[in-house]
Structures are given as C-alpha cells and as structure tokens.
C-alpha cells in the first residue's frame, strides 16, 4: 500500500482513524514513569520499595502534579534499561557495598 493509501484507509475506519490536532491537544498524557511501571508488572508499591523511591513522589510522578527532576530522570532511564540489573545491585547488603 502507498501511504496516501493507509492513510485513505486509516481515515475510513471509524474506530481506529488517526487523531486530529485538536483531539491531540487535548488527551490525557500518561506520565512515562507509569508505563514503565505497568510493563514491568508492578505496583505502585512495589515500584516504590524495589527502586527506592518514595511512595509519595512516584504517585506525584504518576498523577502528573510533579516531574521528575534531571537525577531522577537519568534514574528512570537506568531502570528502563536495566530493571533487573537496578534491582539486583539495590538488594546488595551494606558490607557488599563497603567494597566500593
């Protein structure tokens, strides 16, 4: 199919046509933090004591009232990353850590 073609059909299924600019403009974002969560399984609970954050600032994140700040945001990525890598180093004992 061309594109002028997908699009032709895109814009004749009224279930699935494209957005318009306006309709764009006005859906509700989903904040990344709660996409990653959700793909990783987790609740907002689990989220929050797997990676150490706080219960308070991930529900913040999620509901859209904060953004993460440039630490936090590198963090997230890390985790996006990484998952299992963050948890595994996150659950080492103290004296494992008194190496570095």
């Known amino acids: 199919m061309t594109e002028a073609e997908i699009d032709a059909a895109?814009?004749?299924d009224p279930d699935?046509?494209?957005m318009?600019?306006?309709e764009f403009s006005k859906a509700r974002r989903v904040p990344r933090v709660k996409t990653m969560r959700r793909a990783l399984g987790l609740t907002q609970e689990e989220f929050a004591a797997r990676y150490h954050?706080?219960?308070g600032t991930l529900r913040d994140w999620e509901q859209g009232r904060t953004e993460p700040d440039q630490p936090a945001k590198a963090y997230l990525t890390v985790i996006a990353h990484d998952p299992e890598g963050i948890?595994?180093?996150l659950e080492k004992t103290p004296?494992?850590?008194s190496r570095f």
Request: hydrophobic residues 50%; glycine residues 0%; positive net charge.
């Open 87 to 89: 948890r595994r180093a």
């Open 16 to 18: 699935a046509r494209p």
């Open 53 to 55: 954050v706080p219960l």
């Open 20 to 22: 318009t600019e306006a």
């Open 95 to 97: 004296l494992e850590l």
């Open 10 to 12: 895109a814009q004749a």
